[in-house]
């Protein structure tokens, strides 16, 4: 990317973390959804420890309801309340900016006195309501990219927040609709991305979701093409990961087929962080 999109601090209490102008690379990671407090007081201080030791600016996530299942069946999470209490004794405890997705405009106030950063998923990413209602909070707004839109277009996205009056924007790009159930991710999106001068987060988790199938099922991912795209986008050059990561990913109630094992995640960011070393040197010379 040719000019550094705008440092972007993303705590609510302007002691977070900040995300782009040619700073670190950032960390955004967590269980795809709350399974327990337990559960996400163990992985918030995992990653924060790995975070740190790397030199990377992170924030927590995960979803106190994921509203995009293929069935009632499956686990949606423990709810909005219930949620949002859980992250806020994540923010407190282990002391790390939290973020999580909303749905609905009914949803924004709760989650706003919870969350430092609220996240559009990328369903939703052409609800004006929504994205207008976001900006008004005056939180950092993480706006996934719809795979249906086309990354120039996330323009028209970005301008509904920044009516607002919010300039503390993150746009996230996860893939693109290829046929039916899968994404192809096309990485001239980062740097498209990058001309609406924010910080692009590359989503390598979601990108290798199978959809229309179970996320329990192990057909309904391929999680072994995680370091192969985050490698590519951090070539490319991106401001952040999105890496959704568990204790035992065989066992999550949701997206087991796409998280990363959160052991695996060090070694995965080792190479990612020389990678990006890599990319700065020949920026600076002008050989990218």
């Known amino acids: 990317m040719s000019a550094a999109p705008r440092a972007i601090p993303v705590g ?21 959804v709350i399974e327990s407090e337990a559960l996400a007081l ?37 709810g909005l309340a ?24 009914s949803e924004v106030g709760p989650a706003a006195e919870a969350l430092d950063v609220l996240q559009i998923p990328a369903y939703l990413s052409q609800q004006t309501s929504l994205a ?9 707004v993480n706006m996934k990219k719809g795979q249906f839109v086309a990354p120039e277009d996330m323009e028209n996205t970005v301008r509904k927040i920044e009516s607002t009056g919010n300039a503390r924007i993150l746009v996230t790009e996860r893939g693109t609709t290829f046929g039916y159930r899968q ?8 740097p498209i991305l990058a001309r609406l001068g924010y ?29 192969a795209l985050a490698r590519a986008a951090v070539a490319v050059g991106c401001d952040a990961l999105f890496l959704e990561t568990h204790p035992d990913p065989a066992k999550a109630l949701c997206d087991a087929a796409s ?19 890599a990319r700065r040197v020949a920026s600076a010379e002008g050989l990218a």
């Open 42 to 78: 163990e992985t918030a201080r995992a990653l924060k420890e790995i975070a740190a030791r790397l030199g990377l600016p992170f924030v927590y996530k995960s979803s106190y309801r994921k509203d995009n299942r293929s069935s009632r069946e499956f686990y949606e999470g423990p």
């Open 183 to 190: 994404l192809v991710v096309d990485m001239r999106a980062l």
């Open 132 to 140: 207008v209602a976001c900006g008004e909070t005056g939180l950092a």
């Open 259 to 277: 998280q990363i094992a959160l052991e695996r995640l060090p070694r995965l960011l080792e190479s990612l962080l020389a990678i990006d070393r």
């Open 12 to 32: 609510a209490d302007g002691r977070g973390p900040t995300i782009g102008g040619g700073g670190p690379l950032a960390l955004i990671a967590g269980p795809c």
């Open 82 to 105: 219930k949620g949002l209490a859980i992250l806020a004794r994540v923010r407190e405890e282990v002391g790390v900016t939290v973020l999580s997705d909303v749905h609905g405009v």
């Open 199 to 227: 910080p692009v987060v590359f989503d390598a988790t979601h990108a290798v979701r199978i959809y229309g199938r179970p996320s329990a099922d192990p057909t309904g991912g391929e999680p072994e093409f995680i370091p």
